[in-house]
């Protein structure tokens, strides 16, 4: 019996009713039945400022210390991400480079890469245009890479997404629950192969 693969599992939205975290929720909840571990954190929960290296200087916030832990604890991810004039959001841009910053003569974080080296990232976006956010992806894969994350090559964008969820935020269209599954899979698959 293998055990259970922890997956962090986190939208680039705060948005009330955004789609991204609507979708994140789905893809959670999928990826809960094919037996991982899941960890659904939503940002709006931790009190991240604008990253600002002054700021910095007078100590890393602790929520950013959390995040961190959080981040290198989950092998495996689910990013969610929104698109705003054809990339990510600041939301998510803001949240990596906080995590991503060394914290200066500190032995568990001196890396910035600590928290996203050898990651497996799985990537999902939702939009209510035709291309359902896949420009954002587009511009996170190499972002995620440079943090010598593992980018899963499967990767969906939920097109029409004011059409896409019923009145329980379920995903309407069995196309779309396969096409989050397929990206968990490979997810899941790829985090047990290199952590094995």
Known sequence: MTTPTP????????????????????AAALAGAAGAQVTHIELAD???????????????????????????????????????????TALLKNT??????????????????KPFAGKVVGLLSASPGALGGLRSLSHLTPLMMNLQCWVAPKQFALSKAGEAFDANGQLVAESARSSVQG??????????????
């Open 46 to 88: 931790f009190d991240v400022p604008l990253y600002n290296a002054d700021l910095e200087a007078q100590g890393t916030p602790r929520d950013v210390v959390r995040l961190k832990e959080i981040f290198f604890a989950h092998p495996a991810w689910l990013v969610v991400s929104p698109e705003y004039n054809g990339s990510y």
């Open 7 to 26: 997956l962090l599992v986190f939208a680039g939205s705060t948005r009330a009713q955004s789609f991204n975290r609507k979708l994140a929720t789905q």
């Open 96 to 113: 990596i480079d906080w995590v991503s910053s060394p914290i200066k003569g500190d032995p568990v974080w001196s890396s910035g890469t």
């Open 183 to 196: 990206v968990v899979d490979q997810v899941l698959n790829a985090a047990q192969r290199l952590n094995a």
